[in-house]
């Protein structure tokens, strides 16, 4: 009896709370912003014992977004394919070149696309039963001086040993850290529109840094063009992306248009941004935990509220960036160096982009690593090795395709083929 009341008090010493950084008393969380990185800290923290409370302005809602979840966070977070909440399960894509030529393929992992209202819902809900609570209200200021933090939600002056920021891209609160600059942004316009698909496209666009999209959605289609801040201006980007829905042919009846901003980081913000302080911590879009070549946040957003949640538990919160850096944001720090010559560079005397779609469509070898890339089960780290390791059977796959052969195996996915150069 003895041993096993020694034993439960040394784990809530090691696990529960209690054992903050700062305080030996760090109980009361407050978590500022309840998308994925906010919620999912607060039902880990609350799982533990935490007094958690969830401060966001619009709880679940439509936040402008693509929605879609790769396999790797399905992975770590199976519940999101389990649940009975309405979703799509997506298994075909489509590239397309700035030039036109398009590329279609089964994805090695299918991608889940939520509408954001209703993943918002779900992950809030489990927070809530975990014992969170949540409270509608914006968080107008935060003071982290003093030995408890204070801020103003809703008017309302309120108190905790610890806060989160998981507010978005859109964080303007900044204990001791800078925001994110113009250089770490992009510019995203788009369409929630009320039709069926089944196929989610992609299509990059010459010189141009960032790309567009159509994702299915359980009874919609969110469309979108994402953008190196101040790059393009606005009623560009809006011309590219009326001009992609008509060649789509989606029917715009009824469509509802959206912007925001992404984090598009750059390697030195990701490497040296300061993301924890001595009672405060960030997460998600508000930490730039944003994969700048793709724009995958969701993972990333899940991830860290994950990660800091375990450090919180630890009781060493200063630990929260290096777990960060061994999960995963080194690889971004990669994919950071290499977004600018993806986007605007060439190979072969085409852009990259291009060469892309047509390896896709005549290199099988080719095709295995994007549809690795797409499912989000090909890191950056890798990717350059296994390019180079293949780069000889790419090329013969390529060239015996260029000179007319047919039936080469693992094509007969490839149902639109572009013209050879
Ligand atoms: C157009 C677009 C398309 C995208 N498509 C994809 C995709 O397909 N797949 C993918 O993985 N990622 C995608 N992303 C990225 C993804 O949306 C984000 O990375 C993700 O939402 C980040 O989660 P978060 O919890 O950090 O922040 P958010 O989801 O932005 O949540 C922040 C929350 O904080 C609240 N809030 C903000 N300020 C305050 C305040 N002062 N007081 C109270 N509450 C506040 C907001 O209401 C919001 O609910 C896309 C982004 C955009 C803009």
Same mark, same amino acid.
């Not at 850290?177 to 929630?192: Q, R």
């Not at 350059?384 to 060239?399: A, P, V």
């Given at each position: ?263 598009? +980081? =750059? !390697?030195?913000?990701? %490497?040296? $941004? ?8 960030? &997460?998600?879009?508000? #930490? ?28 060493? +919160? =200063? !630990?929260?960036?290096? %777990?960060? $850096? ?8 990669? &994919?950071?160096?290499? #977004? ?82």
């Amino acid at each position: 009896m003895i041993v096993l009341l020694a034993r439960r008090l040394r784990y809530s010493r090691a696990t529960g709370p209690g054992k903050g950084l700062n305080s030996p008393a760090m109980k009361d969380i407050a978590i500022v912003g309840g998308g994925p990185a906010g919620a999912l800290c607060g039902e880990r923290l609350a799982s533990h014992g935490f007094n958690v409370t969830i401060f966001d302005e619009r709880l679940a809602w439509e936040k402008p977004c693509g929605g879609g979840l790769t396999h790797k966070a399905i992975q770590a977070y199976p519940f999101l394919l389990e649940g009975s909440q309405p979703k799509k399960i997506v298994r075909t894509a489509e590239l397309i070149s700035g030039g036109g030529h398009r590329a279609r393929f089964e994805m090695s992992h299918p991608i889940v696309i939520y509408a954001r209202k209703v993943l918002n819902g779900l992950l809030l809900d489990r927070a809530i039963a975990a014992g969170c609570t949540t409270v509608c209200s914006r968080v107008t200021s935060v003071n982290t001086d003093g030995a408890q933090v204070h801020l103003t939600a809703g008017g309302e002056a309120r108190r905790s040993d610890f806060i989160v920021l998981a507010a978005g891209a859109r964080n303007q609160l900044l204990p001791e850290t800078t925001a994110l600059s113009t250089k770490d942004l992009e510019v995203t316009l788009g369409y929630f529109v009320p039709t069926e698909e089944d196929i989610l496209k992609v299509k990059f666009l010459k010189e141009f840094e960032g790309y567009m999209w159509s994702f299915p959605r359980a009874d919609h289609l969110s469309v979108g063009i994402c953008a190196k801040m101040g790059q393009s201006p606005t009623h560009q980007l809006r011309r590219h992306l009326d001009q992609f829905v008509d060649e789509e042919k989606i029917p715009m009846l009824g469509a509802r248009f959206y912007s925001h901003m992404l984090p598009s +980081p =750059q !390697a030195q913000t990701i %490497r040296n $941004r300061r993301i924890v302080g001595r009672n405060w911590a960030m &997460a998600g879009d508000a #930490a730039a935990c944003v994969d700048p070549v793709t724009g995958e946040g969701l993972y990333y957003a899940l991830r860290s509220g994950d990660l800091l949640a375990q450090a919180l538990v630890d009781g060493q +919160p =200063q !630990a929260y960036p290096e %777990r960060l $850096r061994a999960a995963f944001s080194n690889d971004l720090e990669l &994919a950071a160096q290499i #977004a600018r010559k993806l986007f605007r560079g060439n190979f072969l005397g085409g852009a990259i982009t291009t060469r892309m779609v047509q390896l896709l469509n005549y290199s099988p070898a080719f095709r295995d690593l994007i549809r690795d890339v797409f499912s989000g089960t090909q890191d950056y780290r890798t990717l350059k090795q296994r390019l180079w390791d293949q780069f000889g059977i790419t090329l013969l796959e390529f060239i015996r395709s260029w000179f007319g052969f047919r039936g080469l195996p693992g094509t007969t996915d490839s149902v639109s083929r572009e013209q050879c150069p």
